[in-house]
């Protein structure tokens, strides 16, 4: 068994604190997932108690969902002190491509604070790469760039200080400029479940808490959100003989969230199905 | 069958998107029935991207639960934005009587953007209508104008710009000063579930995105949701002989969320009780 | 049986209104809560109607879980207007410990609107208080004070003006200067839900809107927490013959919402294990 699977292991036994500027519509979620993991979730965002809160974290969450100007000053400060300080930050750049704002502030985010991992959905990472047939509703990703690969590529080459890059989809990819990875795990009713792309950078946070290796880190994170979502699709109560409804994705996101809880390192390699190149 | 049973195909179709600038307490929740009815929900207050966002909008939702300055001025934006580009807006004016900056907020976006359709509990309603024996207590409508499609009609004719008037109480009505409907649906525990109010406004700016005739719209709407509370109050855990207890609100609410996501038309058609006049 | 089971049905029959001012994080939660035990939920925090607002109310809660600065001015006006009314209110001083903003807004509150009952896991407590060997992460309480209730018991000596001060941890303790309690319901799966604690302040501030002994309320408040946490943990999924798995944390939640809102005062009564000294 790779010793990626025990990630899950080390999160639990060191409860790393996730220090999240994230939106008010899935925080809660955020929260949830984190604790789901056996990591400890907080979230402060005033410029006040940005730095000092980030002291003590093991890794940081940046997600655009909801700005507000008095956000954007903090992440700004939660980055750098996360920089100086050599903290993993996951950039989530929700809405990237949708609203100037977002992607403005997105680029002001990577420019100057560098974060180590950006995760967003194929199409916004394809916007920030600059890739032409992307097309974004909202925060959604209505369909993504042809090559989800490609875009992580670009935008990973086009940032250029060895960040490292995931793009979620029907297959989720990562790459680190150097080694790039294809997670085949997922389910179809991961994408409608509000929160599902917020709550997998707060399990990429977790793991790069954990795992120096932040090409690894994202790579096991978006893999245990994969697996999550395929067991807890069997579990729900549309399971039974002779029914033909698989869960809702309200009853869904309950049994992956628990899913994660009890998941092992076990059943998370035997489950796994990652290809890295 | 009706048309427009068959809205809940053409959300799924179109996906429209649901702009919403609404509260902290209930966003995730709205959001979640948004993307469960079918479209797509953003939620973006920004001054910054406010109308930005609201120019790839199918419709939009505009909900004064949790208040507070800046929050006003975008939706003032996104309101005449809205009007400008001929998107529906619905707005849900949470707590007008209850607090004077809620009532007076509510009144500005009436005068100066003229929502499609406002959509309030029997009480909010009854309050804005001028009806005197309204009693509302914090966000809750304790007992409602004796007559609440009085309320409606009332407030409706008050507004003097062709709005459409939704009050939700034991039983719904809707008016646009024209036609006059009333929906039997529904379910005593709706109301117990914090946040059913707000879903059921982000469900009427799904509809209104595809139906023109926002009475229809609103008509409809407010029936999926009660068709929807009445069979998630069949389906819990407590339904098996023997056992006396309906789902609580909590386990209601997953139901319900996950009912409206498979609700076919046929069955929509099937359980609805809508009288028009 | 006492009458403090009865408290349940007080709050069943009164309705009493429950002002939040609180983080954005956990108020879906606490607002379900509220309506769980029977009361009435209203978030509202914008400066220009928490007054207002909390003129209607029968308690309020004050939780510092996502502070930002005009948050704080709008906590001070809710605290000075409820001192004025006589309205009581539960603080609940979520990081206290873990970044000095929070810290020094608990003290500010504290010194300046003399909240009725404060209610913080026992490490926050135990900070407070002044006591050394407290261990805080982010929000959560790693070990608190070798015993809870020395740290309630100097708190409530510190503050000198009567208050009633309650430690929550694996048995919860509650001071008024003259009584003490202990209660030891509860169950392990509870700190690990989201929420759990802001959830555990709704419910006290519920039940001192009916009852004016605050210690009391209190007491009563934090048991039926504990005793909901118990039975939920005995109804998930997991619970039948054969089976090992208890609920885990996300279905544990949705089961203590509605077991709270099931909860017989008979129930309430066999189940809970409270000493008062």
């Known amino acids: 068994m790779s010793k990626g699977f025990d990630l899950l292991s080390e999160i639990r036994s060191q409860k790393p604190l996730v220090h999240h500027i994230t939106n008010y519509v899935t925080a809660g979620d955020c929260a949830h997932i984190t604790m789901s993991i056996g990591a400890l979730p907080v979230m402060a965002h ?4 940005v730095e000092e809160v980030a002291d003590s974290a093991g890794a940081a969450v940046i997600n655009l969902g909801t700005l507000f100007p008095s956000q954007v000053e903090s992440m700004l400060a939660l980055g750098k002190k996360a920089r100086e300080k050599g903290i993993p930050v996951v950039l989530d750049p929700v809405g990237a491509g949708a609203a100037a704002y977002r992607t403005e502030t997105a680029w002001r985010l990577l420019e100057q604070t560098t974060p180590a991992i950006i995760k967003g959905n194929e199409a916004e990472i394809g916007f920030l790469a600059g890739i032409k047939d992307v097309k974004i509703r909202g925060i959604q990703s209505l369909h993504g760039a042809a090559d989800p690969l490609r875009s992580a590529r670009r935008l990973q080459e086009k940032l250029g200080y060895g960040a490292v890059v995931a793009a979620t989809g029907a297959v989720d990819v990562v790459t680190d400029g150097k080694r790039e990875a294809r997670i085949f795990n997922g389910h179809t009713l991961l994408p ?60 869904f996101k ?6 994660l809880f009890y ?12 290809e890295i190149i």
């Not at 946070?205 to 795992?211: G, I, K, Q, W």
């Not at 309950?254 to 899913?259: A, E, N």
């Open 192 to 251: 409608l479940v509000v929160g599902s792309g917020c709550m997998a950078s707060s399990l990429v946070a977790a793991f790069a808490a954990v795992e120096k290796d932040y090409f690894l880190a994202a790579v096991y994170a978006l893999a245990a959100m994969g697996v999550a979502g395929e067991i807890a699709a069997e579990t729900g109560d549309g399971k039974g003989e002779g029914q033909t409804k698989p869960p809702g994705p309200a009853e």
């Open 254 to 259: 309950i049994k992956l969230l628990d899913t």
């Open 263 to 274: 998941l092992t390192p076990q059943e998370f390699a035997h489950r796994a199905r990652i």
């Open 46 to 49: 005033a410029l006040q108690e």
